[in-house]
């Protein structure tokens, strides 16, 4: 009887201690679902009435329209294209990066400069996009950044990266591992940290060179994190973080070929028409081909490693 009560005791505590992260989920997951239904809606709010009632009595109902206007724009295969090659970029050399990173830092054998180097690695995680654009901003302005007075300074052409849009992928692709890659170091560092000490002396003992030790022992302790943090990602292969694409870029519209993704192609379309339920279909577009990507992509890797995946 006393086991029992103890257990239900237990059962109410992690109940109690879940029931704020159920709630979060519930609130801002499973409710707005319902909001699906305006992607096959023209909506329009009705003068004096609520969201509900201008969605269900005052928006036509238009079926696919809203898709079709989405596939047909002429802009999207460049929108696309572009989000794409970021996101592929940012799953290669997002995971290739931290790890990099995590083994270098599990050789650093002063705790001091271990943790400082943790700690300025972590910093950028914090910084808003809007902080950070001002930092790009700082190098690369035409008349004051830094990149175009060291420039001058050297007897070089300065050079308008406002309206070079071909050096922007590097640029892009440069800025977002500098703020996430500090992150995800620490979260592959903290699995390397729960490696048996014992491998390491035996490995030592049998002369393994450290490129062994990152082969043979290292990088197969990491293999499952990898595995699980790419399929995360690839979830969101459609997606892209809104900040960097606009706000690093200062919207700028020279360099929309290279910089435009969908997230910012949809944003401009809703601030100029007001297309709600244009806005609505490319969302519901982007998390439905994530999803059946990341089923499709943990399937394959359960078919080659059974103990891999997340699902």
Same mark, same amino acid.
């Given at each position: 009887m006393k086991k029992k009560r103890s257990s239900k005791h237990n059962n109410a505590e992690l109940t109690l201690l879940s029931l704020p992260t159920v709630l979060w989920y519930i609130a801002f997951c499973y409710l707005p679902l319902f909001g699906i239904i305006i992607a096959f809606? /023209?909506?329009? $709010?009705v003068p004096g009435k609520g969201f509900f009632y201008s969605l269900i009595r005052g928006s036509d109902w238009v079926g696919l329209s809203n898709f /079709?206007?989405?596939i047909l724009n002429p802009q999207? $295969?460049?929108?696309?294209r572009n989000t794409l090659f970021?996101?592929?970029?940012?799953l290669i050399l997002g995971t290739a990066v931290p790890v990099t990173l995590a083994v270098i830092l599990s050789y650093i054998h002063s705790g001091t400069v271990r943790s400082v180097t943790q700690i300025c690695m972590l910093l950028p995680h914090f910084m808003s996009w809007?902080?950070?654009?001002?930092?790009?901003f700082a190098f690369l302005s035409a008349d004051r950044g830094m990149i175009n007075t060291a420039f001058e300074y050297f007897g070089m052409s300065k050079i308008n990266f406002y309206l070079e849009p071909e050096v922007w992928p590097a640029i892009l692709i440069l800025v977002q591992l500098w703020k996430t890659s500090g992150y995800s170091m620490l979260i592959y560092y903290a699995n390397i940290c729960t490696i048996d000490t014992d491998l390491f002396d035996c490995?030592?003992?049998?002369?393994?060179s450290v490129s062994q030790v990152i082969r043979y022992i290292i990088l197969?302790?990491?293999k499952s994190m990898m595995i699980v943090l790419m399929l995360l990602n690839l979830g969101h292969i459609l997606s892209t973080d809104f900040g960097l694409f606009y706000q690093v870029t200062r919207n700028a519209g020279s360099i $929309?070929?290279?910089t435009e993704t969908i997230d910012v192609f949809v944003y401009k379309a809703l601030m100029e028409q007001s297309n709600y339920g244009f806005s609505s279909a490319v969302s519901l577009i982007q998390n439905g081909i994530g999803c059946l990507l990341l089923i499709f992509a943990n399937r394959m890797i359960r078919l080659i490693d059974p103990d891999g995946g997340i699902i």
């Open positions: 809606k /023209r909506y329009r $709010l /079709r206007f989405l999207m $295969l460049r929108v696309v970021y996101n592929i970029a940012f809007v902080i950070v654009s001002y930092f790009v490995a030592r003992v049998d002369g393994a197969p302790q990491l $929309l070929s290279t």
